[in-house]
């Protein structure tokens, strides 16, 4: 079991910045590959980035490459989404989530465990 709890989302300006934190507790923090997702109004959840267990292997969404940075800090068991040049479609409600396995995936389905999410709104 993981329980996985979101927090940084906010209000921001296009072109600005926000760094979304998922704080996880349960089975052992880097032995399951991690992801972020996203769902705006509307629409179905998308995936937006993620990497494997040992953190060395990331991927992005090309919607977000180049603006947004996923890491993580073993000691403190959290997940970050460092998120820069803000647009107004990035507006949605953001989720961590954690994978069934050591890989990480880009397909929702790969993942077991899901936080609550937090809402990011972009404004133009």
């Known amino acids: 079991q993981v329980q996985l709890v979101e927090s940084g989302g906010g209000l921001v300006q296009a072109g600005g910045s926000l760094r979304l934190s998922c704080a996880a507790s349960?089975?052992?923090?880097?032995?399951?590959?991690m992801g972020w997702f996203r769902q705006a109004p509307g629409k179905e959840r998308e995936f937006v980035a993620a990497?494997?267990?040992?953190?060395?292997?990331?991927i992005y969404a090309n919607s977000v490459q180049g603006r947004f940075t996923i890491s993580r800090d073993n000691a403190k068991n959290t997940l970050y989404l460092q998120m820069n040049s803000l647009k107004p479609e990035d507006t949605a409600v953001y989720y961590c989530?954690?994978?069934?396995?050591?890989?990480?995936?880009?397909?929702?389905?790969?993942?077991?465990?899901w936080g609550q999410g937090t809402q990011v709104t972009v404004s133009s």
């Open positions: 990497f494997n267990w040992s953190g060395r292997s990331t």
């Open positions: 349960g089975r052992t923090f880097g032995t399951y590959g």
């Open positions: 989530a954690a994978a069934r396995g050591l890989a990480g995936s880009s397909m929702s389905t790969d993942y077991a465990y």
